[in-house]
């Protein structure tokens, strides 16, 4: 489609296709799923963060009337280990437990009364052990180790990750290092070197709908309906845990309520798998809040950061120290280390620069994904440190940092993608939507500014989509992209509806099946929009290409004259065809189908620090006003304005709801949230004394700003977004209560 050609369906705001079933309450998620003879599954949880396991013995609670399976430790010896990064979890804990939560036993029953009893006569055994539930408490010598030895390695994502040899008998589990120029050449030519440490609290993903799933396996095959990010990607892991090969692993993907990042790689579904199977009948497995709570976490982190500036102004060094504690399982641990250690630069012009990130084990929740990966961590960083270095020289923070802000085109490191989009005009625009340099009457209020990117799309992606025509013109898309909420069916149906210029109703999604659907690694990293876009894009050019074809065949013309309009091909001096009655001289009846394809593969390269350029980047500005309780120290957040660059929107309220959302999520970071640890004990595993935003914190002004400028790489010039709006709020409310 041409550069400004009038767009019929892209870019404009359609009902969601999901909408309607959400709004009634008859959407379908896991936690929905029945299946006739199903039984409930209860997990038996350690109450110790660090404890040998004795002794584990289920004979009691098997014997429980209703109780049809008991899994333990002797059930492990069969199946094979899982993880995101490292094989270093069992379904349940065979040797030791390593954190307040870790799976012990679990039973399958009748119903969830009695499997609860039967959790109460399991016979368990622990021998306690010292614990570590710090980064600094796991890094200090001589420290209880979370694992005794080196966990094997994995792929994750298209990257293989292994434990460096020379961390044995320590609780480090990886390292991202990168450099570029001189970083002690850079700070010998500095005028002022800042260094500032930056701490980031454990906060909990807190989707509405907790962890669930369904399983079902009959002799050899294997279903599950899960509450998952990457079906793909289970069923791998399925396929290594029991040695099956993937044509005999089904899963099914109803809708999730929420997940941002906690329902990717494996957490649960292993063990709803072995009690199935152990069962001999379908199982589901739903987790309260709490236990979610207690089965992944985003991952708190400690950023130094070393800055050398000019008296200028020029920003000539900088150098970071990373540690991201991961919890007692890697987890995807390792890729938000690396992830972390790469962005912490900033959207700035850096000769100099190194890092060094660490992945830590700790006697605490896993940590894995969560939306943004890494970012939020060293953006806080940053660009908290961006003021703190203005404030000593005495610049205006906004001055200081258009005068180092990457432009257009520039490269953020060798190998990689240049800067996609102009840096400079969306912070001008941000600092002038929250009246940046007017003072404020009242002595207690401050107005902060962020500028945050991150290498959008994921590393690595390999995706694929099918389009498939009915005989009666109606349309059929088959994508592995996950429904969370975000609103990606409606998306990737608008962009299959522009291609082959048919409304939006005749478009309709197919259930998520590994079995009929097409390939894609995951959704994650702002990407649908892109990757599964271009993917989806591509199948309906094919089938578009072959409907040409047959049409030029029909009408006697050359297809290179035939356009498609409406559910119909037209050809010269008014002739046209619709596209049922095409589907019926084709196949000579009221049958067929046509079907066309679509994929989508990153490229790989030595050049690129991450091992391949990014796909875009992910950019997003935040500004923000505060007023200050100097007697009890209450932030009110008086307004707050988020730019995000989506290179053009596809669904223009979607692409706001994913914004504002996201910003209201990293409220929550800034402001209320946090897990807390005593003694190895979460305190706070709950709704009532872990605090989510709500309406009343919302800011008194809000406002998402969309930046379209069409030079995106995904169809019509769309960019991804989702993460970005979460990036910048930390460090412009810091900044503004600062300057409060």
């Not at 492990?76 to 799976?103: C, E, H, P, S």
């Not at 209880?144 to 990257?159: W, Y």
């Not at 992209?481 to 210029?501: F, H, K, N, R």
């Not at 013309?557 to 498609?564: E, F, G, P, V």
Request: hydrophobic letters at 40%.
């Amino acid at each position: 489609m041409k550069q400004g050609q009038t767009l019929n369906v892209v870019g404009k705001t359609t009902p969601r296709m999901d909408g309607k079933e959400k709004v009634t309450g008859k959407a379908v998620y896991t936690v929905d799923i029945e299946l006739p003879g199903m039984a409930h599954a209860k997990i038996l949880r350690s109450p110790y963060a660090h404890a040998r396991l004795a002794r584990v013995d289920g004979r009691r609670a098997e014997a429980l009337p209703g109780v049809y399976a008991v899994i333990t430790r002797d059930d492990q010896r069969r199946l094979g280990m899982f993880g995101a990064a490292y094989k270093d979890q069992t379904i349940v804990a065979v040797d030791k437990v390593r954190y307040v939560g870790d799976a012990v036993a679990a039973v399958a029953a009748v119903d969830e009364a009695t499997a609860e009893q039967a959790l109460n006569l399991l016979e368990v055994e622990y021998e306690e052990l010292p614990s570590v539930t710090s980064i600094d408490e796991a890094l200090a010598p001589g420290a209880p180790l979370v694992h005794d030895a080196p966990s094997s390695g994995g792929e994750m994502m298209g990257q293989r990750y292994e434990i460096p040899p020379e961390f044995a008998g320590t609780n480090l589990c990886y390292r991202f290092s990168y450099a570029k120029g001189d970083v002690e050449q850079g700070f010998k030519s500095a005028d002022d070197i800042f260094e500032d440490t930056f701490s980031f609290p454990r906060v909990q993903h807190f989707s509405m709908e907790p962890h669930a799933t369904v399983a079902h396996v009959e002799q050899d095959r294997m279903t599950l309906w899960a509450a998952t990010q990457e079906p793909f990607t289970l069923r791998d892991h399925l396929a290594d845990i029991f040695r099956l090969p993937l044509n005999k692993i089904r899963i099914i993907v109803p809708y999730l309520g929420g997940a941002y990042g906690g329902k990717l790689a494996v957490k649960t579904e292993p063990l709803t798998a072995a009690l199935s199977w152990k069962a001999k009948r379908p199982v589901r497995l739903a987790h309260s809040i709490e236990e979610s709570f207690k089965t992944v976490t985003r991952h708190p982190a400690r950023v130094l950061i070393k800055t050398g500036v000019t008296k200028n102004g020029k920003i000539v060094a900088r150098q970071c120290l990373i540690h991201m504690e991961t919890g007692a399982y890697a987890d995807a641990g390792p890729r938000v280390t690396q992830k972390a250690g790469y962005r912490c630069f900033g959207p700035y012009r850096i000769p100099h620069m190194k890092t060094d990130a660490y992945t830590v084990y700790t006697n605490t929740v896993p940590a894995g994904a969560y939306r943004g990966f890494g970012t939020l961590q060293v953006t806080w960083a940053y660009e908290s440190q961006m003021d703190i270095i203005a404030e000593k020289l005495g610049l205006d923070p906004l001055e200081f940092r258009l005068k180092n802000l990457l432009k257009k085109g520039e490269l953020y490191t060798p190998g990689d993608t240049p800067v996609d989009c102009d840096l400079k005009e969306g912070l001008l625009r941000a600092a002038k939507e929250i009246g940046w340099g007017k003072r404020s009457h009242k002595t207690n209020r401050g107005k902060g500014l962020a500028c945050c990117m991150k290498d959008g799309g994921g590393t690595y992606k390999v995706a694929s989509a099918a389009v498939k025509m009915n005989a009666d013109g109606s349309i059929i898309l088959l994508t592995g992209t996950v429904e969370i909420g975000q609103g990606a069916l409606t998306a990737l149906s608008q962009i299959a509806a522009e291609e082959l210029a048919v409304p939006l109703e005749r478009v309709i999604v197919a259930q998520l099946d590994t079995d009929v659907t097409p390939y894609d690694v995951n959704t994650n990293a702002s990407s649908s929009t892109v990757v599964m876009g271009l993917s989806v894009q591509r199948a309906a050019q094919d089938l578009k290409r072959q409907l040409l074809r047959h049409a030029g065949k029909l009408l006697k013309t050359n297809s290179d004259r035939l356009s498609l309009k409406n559910g119909h091909i037209q050809g010269g001096k008014g002739s046209a065809i619709s596209f049922e009655e095409l589907m019926h001289r084709v196949f000579l009846s009221s049958a067929g189908e046509i079907v066309g394809r679509g994929a989508y593969q990153d490229t790989k390269s030595k050049k690129a620090a991450l091992g391949s350029p990014t796909t875009f980047w992910e950019i997003s500005w935040g500004g923000a006003e505060v007023e200050i309780d100097r007697d009890t120290g209450e932030i009110k957040l008086l307004k707050y304005v988020s730019l995000a660059d989506v290179g053009q929107a596809i669904h223009p309220v979607l692409c706001e709801g994913q914004d504002e959302g996201g910003v209201m999520n990293s409220i929550g970071h800034s402001l209320l949230e946090e897990m807390i640890y005593k003694d190895g004990q979460l305190l706070n595993p709950n709704l009532i004394d872990y605090r989510v935003p709500s309406f009343d914190d919302l800011p008194r002004d809000f406002e998402t700003i969309l930046v379209e400028n069409h030079n995106g790489p995904g169809p019509f010039g769309s960019k991804g977004t989702g993460e970005g709006g979460l990036l910048p709020v930390a460090p412009a409310i810091g900044n503004a209560v600062y300057r409060a």
